[in-house]
């Protein structure tokens, strides 16, 4: 499989355009700012369908991660490999997210066989 059939149109993803308010996704811990999720959603996660809806926004992200990698190549990179990353566009990333999808939406994701990273926060 050619890098187009895995990525589509899209190049990259929107690095944060601020330092503070990041967000990352909890199906690819994708980070970017709140408004940027807003306004062009996650670029590996499309069905999760984020763009212009707030709460789904809030539901499908979170402020609880940490670190962070900037990845250019994830095909190329042993890291993306050793996270899981590899077949997600360029793009910055949390390395570990902290946080739990709505049920309805995990439901989809398992029903769809999509790994999701995010793992329950221990209380």
Known sequence: M????VHGD???????????????????GLVKCMDQF???GCENCPF???????????QCTTSNFEGVVALIKPEDSWLAK????????????AIQVFGEMPPNILEFLV?????????????
């Open 2 to 5: 050619d890098e187009e059939d």
């Open 10 to 28: 899209v190049d990259f993803c929107e690095a944060p355009s601020s330092m503070q308010g990041h967000r990352a996704c909890l199906r690819c």
């Open 38 to 40: 807003y306004t062009s």
């Open 48 to 58: 999760l369908e984020m763009i212009e809806r707030q709460e789904r926004v809030q």
């Open 82 to 93: 050793w996270e899981g990353l590899r077949r997600f566009y360029p793009g910055t990333y």
């Open 111 to 123: 029903d769809k066989g999509i790994a999701c990273r995010a793992t329950k926060e221990d209380d």
